[in-house]
């Protein structure tokens, strides 16, 4: 199941509860309020005909006193009674002997928080200005049943107060005439109910929110770890190729997919960074033997006469041979110090020192019109590393640098000491670096140098040795345009997998 639909569905069954909860408690109170008027509708019949057979039989007397301790005898204490003829008008009635219970109050925090609501969304009743006890005559709508020979069954308000009263009204033959016998219960158990039933429904509703909010919460836990996990792995993919292996979840949801997308990125990563790591080598050895022929073949046609419209071919020719031999040399280089890295031993040297010597060497390099700046410190900078790695960068900055370095800038090395290790960096005077190339400038075979405009034959292997040798530093290699120039810095702390000396 993909994870869009597992939190789809934890979402609607969460909302599935309030709904089912309330319509489940609105129908246990139909139920209650329906339970109740029929047993007190049983009980007025059971008293109607229990009446109508002592009147039958001649035990009791005519008029309505002795129907009325006939009737205060059958009706339960809690309960009031009265006798109507059938134009409403009252022929006795029956006061409640047992009083009724208090109203029903909110006592704790959730019944105060929920009365209010349970008062809105209960059933509302109309008012019982109808039913007073002391009216001569009741005229309620519901007693139009009774005259049809049905029973009825009314609710109202008692009051002010959160009670109702429930009413039943049954039919009655009397020797007199035909009569209703009405008798009255005010309770609250519906409003209890409710109240009870909308607690116990927040209560549940809440429970459930902290479950899903803690479900989720742990959902979201797992998946971030996963993820988190899966861009570390990424991570040192990217920054070492092919030499760390690479985790793929066994989980069949998007993050699965998308770890063995990655994993097949990266293998097709790493399978080109080896063949460019190992390109430098395989050309080399592969154009060695035929320019070594070709040059023998120009040295050899040389100590011929040639016409002079022949000699600038040839001199042509000796030209490119040259910049192929350069080529050839450039790239061995390149292996060369790849392998000089991974083959390094550290030892505490001062850096501060070795950047003072460089650029010392660098002054007497510089063509006219140039200048140089140092920015050192005074004293020593301590770096556990490789002096002659390090020494091997500064000389490719430096070429770099003064390719781009026009007639009267400058090329300033500004040395910083760090926490841990030291940030070197490279600065010259000249037109800024292209939007984007940031980013690209330190991969390999890269160059930004136009054709024709450089000193010698550059493939762009400089500043990726640069990178390479403060990737063994444990630092960073940084290109960024400042103001009227461009910027190279790189971040050393120590040379990796050697342990310094205490």
Known sequence: MTLRAQLALASLALLAVPVVGWRFALELEAALREGQAKSLVTLAGTIARGLEAVERVGKGTEGAAPIALLLAEATPPALRA???????????????????????????????????????????????????????????????????????????????DERARLFVAVPLALPSGAAMLLIEQVQDTHLLFAQRALVFLLA????????????????????????????????????????????????????????????????????????????????????????????????????????????????????????????????????????????????????????????????????PGRRLELTVPEGAVMLFGAPDLIAQALDKLFDNALSFCPEGGAIRILLEPRREGARLAMENDGPPLPEGAENRLFDSLVSLRERGSERGTHLGLGLYVVRLIAEAHQGAARAENRPGGVRVSLRLRRLRGSAPAP
């Open 82 to 160: 009265r006798l109507l003829d059938a134009e409403g008008r009252v022929l006795a009635r029956i006061e409640a002997r047992e009083l009724p219970r208090a109203p029903f109050r909110p006592k704790t925090v959730a019944d105060r928080l929920v009365h209010p609501i349970v008062k809105r969304l209960r059933t509302p009743f109309p008012p019982d200005t109808d039913l007073d006890f002391s009216l001569p005559r009741i005229e309620a709508p519901e007693l139009g049943r009774v005259r049809q020979g049905e029973p009825a069954i009314g609710w109202r308000q008692a009051g002010d």
């Open 204 to 367: 549940a509703t809440l429970l459930a929110f902290i479950l899903t909010f803690l479900s989720m919460l742990a959902f979201a836990g797992v998946e971030s770890f996963r993820i988190r996990r899966l861009r570390n792995a990424v991570e040192r993919g990217l920054a070492n190729p092919g030499k760390e292996p690479f985790a793929v979840s066994r989980m069949r949801d998007e993050i699965g997919d998308l770890s063995r997308s990655f994993k097949r990125l990266m293998d097709e990563i790493a399978a080109y960074t080896e063949y460019l790591r190992s390109l430098a080598s395989k050309l080399g050895h592969e154009l060695k033997t035929p320019l070594a022929i070709v040059q023998s073949s120009l040295e050899n046609l040389e100590s011929e006469a040639l016409n002079d419209a022949a000699r600038p071919y040839l001199a042509r020719a000796r030209e490119g041979v040259e910049r192929l031999s350069s080529i050839l040399r450039a790239m061995s280089e390149a292996t060369r110090i790849e392998r000089a890295i991974e083959q390094a031993e550290g030892e505490w040297f001062d850096l501060a020192s070795l950047v003072r010597s460089m650029a010392q060497a660098y002054r007497d390099l510089l063509p």
